[in-house]
């Protein structure tokens, strides 16, 4: 998917949450409701997001240069963690004004009106939110897909306040309102956590998902023939690109020639196995003692892979 068709769903967001802001907001000044301010607190949000996620999908469809030669791609990291951050500010300030509201009780206003303008703004942000979701797991962007999952944060905290006004509407128990507001601020929380905490694996190149892991290593044993062997396997992601290399052990008299062919061969059942990724094989001689005793992974694969790679054709010199 090229970049303006991913730009497309990120420029709906931002005209979203501009939409959804107005409309909620004007929903607070009509009946004073704090659950209704924090539901405006975090269309707010939305759009800051939105705002800093487009500026990060263009940085990071940018091509390698001379210092960047593995791509921009990180950014999206650095855009879903700054989302969290936001989302958890704005928890923060919702559920400090929630509790004072608490301990200074106000009737509310026009409560069916309000209700209305929140009610078009859920169904705006649900249009909006699945769309993202669905192109972002498509081309495996984090800033799409996050951005997404925040905005579906907020269709359910809508859902929930309009709720929490209902029985305010009908029971008269204003003290539901900053309640409401409150339980809204810790769905916020449960939100912002995961986006960080997607973040920070995605900062500290973590390791793809065990499944796609295990994905690649059955592409690759596959091919091996007798006398062939691979270890040393790593993986990671950064933004929607994914990167595997390994290391491939083949017969020390083969050609180069010889051994670059099987590489491509490798390598293409790889990118089937995993569409879409990068991978890089380095090529030593099986015989070398050298050769299995050359990375820090070798001891952890080990002790988390039963298959010897290779089998009893590929013993260790």
Request: aromatic share 8%; hydrophobic share 50%; charged share 20%.
């Amino acid at each position: 998917m090229s970049l303006s068709e991913r730009r497309f769903p990120i420029i709906l967001s931002i005209l979203a949450a501009i939409a959804t802001l107005g409309m909620k907001g004007i929903a607070y000044w009509l009946t004073d409701s704090v659950s209704l301010l924090s539901d405006a607190a975090e269309s707010l949000v939305n759009l800051v997001a939105a705002v800093t996620a487009f500026g990060c999908l263009w940085y990071s469809a940018q091509p390698v240069d001379s210092t960047h030669t593995y791509g921009h791609e990180k950014i999206e990291f650095f855009s879903s963690g700054l989302e969290g951050i936001l989302i958890l500010v704005a928890a923060g300030g919702i559920a400090w004004y929630a509790i004072e509201r608490l301990i200074h009780l106000k009737e509310l206003d026009k409560l069916e009106l309000g209700s209305l303008l929140s009610f078009v703004a859920s169904i705006v942000n649900l249009f909006v939110a699945r769309m993202l979701i669905r192109v972002g797991r498509e081309t495996n962007s984090i800033i799409l897909e996050a951005d997404g999952q925040h905005l579906m944060t907020d269709v359910w905290t809508s859902f929930g306040v309009l709720l929490g006004l209902g029985l305010v509407w009908l029971t008269g128990w204003v003290w539901l309102d900053p309640v409401v507001a409150m339980v809204v601020a810790a769905n916020i929380v449960w939100t912002a956590w995961d986006l960080i905490a997607r973040s920070f694996n995605g900062l500290m190149d973590h390791a793809l998902p065990e499944e796609e892991q295990q994905a690649v290593r059955s592409a690759i044993e596959v091919l091996l023939q007798p006398g062939l062997h691979f270890h040393a396997l790593r993986t990671r992601q950064a933004g929607a690109r994914k990167f595997v290399d390994f290391h491939l052990l083949v017969p020390g008299h083969w050609s180069v020639q010889e051994a670059h062919d099987f590489t491509e061969r490798i390598e293409d059942a790889v990118r089937k196995a995993l569409p879409g990724a990068e991978v890089t094989v380095h090529i030593e001689p099986i015989e070398a003692e050298s050769a299995w005793h050359d990375s820090a992974l070798l001891e952890i694969e080990q002790q988390s892979l039963p298959v010897d790679h290779g089998g009893p054709a590929a013993p260790k010199p």
